[in-house]
């Protein structure tokens, strides 16, 4: 059963980051492909209406795209800081945000989609869709990262957050090995490790703290926090920060032999709503991942939490801020015809 499309509240939010590259700006299609966006949305629109799975699994997609950094003769350097600011473009931080993530693999050569982390990535369809509706509109312009970007917004959108107007102009990577995917923060990261992740991206405390926000939507499979609920350490068997009746009913869900692949558990209590129940689940200690709680472990991350469980308005605002800045981590070189092959 599909979920209600609830109006989005619009946010508008500009900010401007120069690096060396190209111009990422909100415009950038505005004579070539005016109706590009248009054509995104009501495909996503149809996606949603009949697989209430698609607004996390977009989500997803782009975030993990945009955390690979691809090791290519083009790369820039993961230290390059931000620098000033002109007419309210957005410019490329690092590579990353290049649609890597929808390459297929090829022979022996495993792309990103077929890593580890990735395994459970879906709905590649709809940005498949999507880039279709585009090229019969605007053949060879639109790139399959502003669409992926594009599709990402209007999950968080239609799934009750914020809207944004999505900077744009990125380019398709050429670039995607699925060994580069033990780049990606995984479930069991501490806080540390988490604060490495994100500061080699260009992504500050606070943006670690608010992207994780994104787990609000979507399902987590037994293997993700299976480290939580058995054999935790050599005193006890669950993690003791776990609300009891809650890793119980885990515990149940996902037994210590568990055979079952698609067994798993919600990410929140409204896991087709884009809201700020996951800060407050995490707060009743009902966070599912080590990464999740990782974030009460530190002082400043902890207070973040609150913060967005106590507003999910400011929760939203800070959202808008923090994944347009994820998405200006890009470095692509092409705009490929077909989103799942290099041209």
Not at 20 to 42: F, H, M, Q, R
Not at 273 to 290: C, E, H, I, P, R
Request: net charge negative; glycine share 6%.
């Amino acid at each position: 059963m599909s979920t209600p499309l609830v109006a989005p509240l619009l946010i508008l939010f500009t900010i401007s980051l120069v690096v060396s590259g190209n111009a990422l700006c909100i415009d950038y299609y505005a004579k070539t492909c005016p109706d590009a966006e248009l054509a995104v949305t009501e495909v996503v629109k149809k996606a949603i209406a009949n697989d209430n799975t698609v607004p996390a699994a977009l989500l997803r997609l782009h975030f993990h795209d945009c955390f690979i950094r691809v090791l290519s003769p083009f790369s820039l350097s993961p230290s390059v800081p931000l620098i000033g600011s002109a007419e309210g473009c957005f410019f490329l931080l690092l590579q990353g945000c290049d649609a890597s993530v929808l390459l297929k693999s090829r022979g022996s050569d495993k792309a990103e989609k077929d890593g580890p982390p990735n395994e459970s990535l879906h709905a590649f369809y709809v940005i498949d869709h999507a880039k279709k509706a585009v090229e019969e509109m605007c053949p060879g312009v639109v790139s399959c990262a502003d669409i992926l970007a594009l599709a990402a917004r209007d999950s968080v959108a239609l799934s009750g957050g914020p809207t944004w107007e999505v900077p744009k102009g990125r380019k398709d990577g050429r670039f995607s090995r699925a060994n580069e995917t033990n780049q990606l923060p995984a479930p069991t990261f501490n806080f540390t490790q988490l604060k490495q992740s994100f500061s080699q991206r260009g992504l500050s405390t606070k943006d670690l703290v608010v992207l994780s926000g994104g787990h609000t939507l979507g399902f987590a499979h037994c293997s993700s926090f299976q480290n939580r609920i058995h054999d935790f350490d050599t005193e006890s068997d669950v993690d003791p920060t776990l609300d009891p009746s809650f890793a119980a009913r885990l515990q149940e869900i996902c037994p210590a032999q568990n055979r079952v692949k698609s067994a798993g558990s919600a990410m929140d209590s409204t896991s087709t709503v884009f809201d700020n129940t996951y800060y407050k689940m995490l707060l009743q200690g009902q966070g599912l991942f080590s990464s999740d709680e990782a974030l009460l472990t530190h002082p400043k991350t902890a207070g973040f939490v609150s913060q967005f469980a106590s507003s999910q308005e400011e929760f939203f605002q800070a959202f808008v801020k923090s994944i347009i800045r994820m998405g200006s981590i890009e470095g692509g070189e092409e705009v490929r015809k077909n989103c799942r092959a290099i041209n």
